[in-house]
């Protein structure tokens, strides 16, 4: 016998911490630049800049920027969680 209580298999809904809404609709955060691959994506620690000015990104951990937007009020709650 399993010491463990039974999980949910779907967390429940959390609320808008703007509004209370309880209607969230998903989507992304889109990157349209130059040699963009149409999503924004997360990467762990500081900025660090290269010798040129841009991001240091080589080696790195990436995660998919995800969005869960309010029906009621436009609240937008950005979530990491795939990595990519």
Known sequence: ???YESVPATPP???CPAC???T???GFVEDAGEASQG???WIPGPLERG???GARRMGKQR???EADRCERCGY???FARTEI
């Open 51 to 53: 010798i040129f000015g």
């Open 76 to 78: 937008l709650m950005l």
């Open 1 to 3: 016998m399993s010491t």
């Open 24 to 26: 969230f609709h998903p």
């Open 13 to 15: 809904q959390p609320s």
């Open 20 to 22: 209370r809404g309880e």
């Open 39 to 41: 999503y924004a994506r």
């Open 63 to 65: 995660f998919m920027i």
